[in-house]
């Protein structure tokens, strides 16, 4: 998908019920094994604020996903059944983005095939009697991935020109949010170009340089 990154866009094995777990000490959890398909360059789980909370209570992504409201059809048809096995093709990353007491949950939503992102959430678990999550964050635009970055929201897109490969994007946007007023709010945005030079794109008589020359050696 991207042409770098440190953080790997995967295919996470999302059971119809999952166990809490004790978290490491960076604050920050990430369930999903790695795929062949290495997630947007924007999109680094790059060491964020230590969670408040010493527990991470897992949350059944699937679930999640298909009960709520805010999550189009195409994604929860995406979701419905795993793509191989019991793996679903969803990350789900736990960190601290809101300074609620409990961690955040990050969801990435991928296709089966290639790992090209369907949508990115982030839910905000409930304070209180209610108990449950709010969606507090949605984006489903194609080839979407949200991570975090030194503790806030890191949101990548990868930009496609007409006649570029899934493989090979022509770029990507990359935005940072902060939470503020009970919702993230966008404050740093900027672009890349990925260069697209290849052996391919030389010149034609190049080649028929470098014949005529070692002709005539």
Known sequence: ??????????????????A?????GEGI???GSASHTP???????ATPAPAPSTHYKKVNAVRLLTGD??????????????????????????????????????????TCADSVGLG???????SGSRGGYDNVYANEQPSVYAGVNKGELEV?????????KVCCPSGEDVMTYRWANDRFAEYDRYHTDYSKT???????DAGADIGATASEG
């Open 20 to 24: 809490g777990c004790t978290p490491g």
């Open 39 to 45: 997630a947007p360059r924007g999109a680094m789980s």
């Open 156 to 164: 990548s897109k990868q930009t496609y020109e007409p006649g570029d």
């Open 69 to 110: 409201p805010k999550v189009s059809a195409d994604v929860k048809r995406a979701v419905a059944k795993p793509c191989a096995a019991h793996e679903y093709p969803i990350e789900v990353t736990y960190a601290s983005l809101t300074g609620n007491k409990s961690p955040d949950v990050i969801v990435n939503v991928m």
């Open 29 to 31: 959890r990430k369930e």
């Open 198 to 204: 290849t052996v391919d794109e030389a010149p034609d």
């Open 120 to 126: 990115a959430y982030v839910y905000r678990e409930r």
């Open 1 to 18: 998908m991207s042409k770098g990154g440190a953080a790997t866009a995967g295919v996470a094995a999302v059971g119809l019920l999952l």
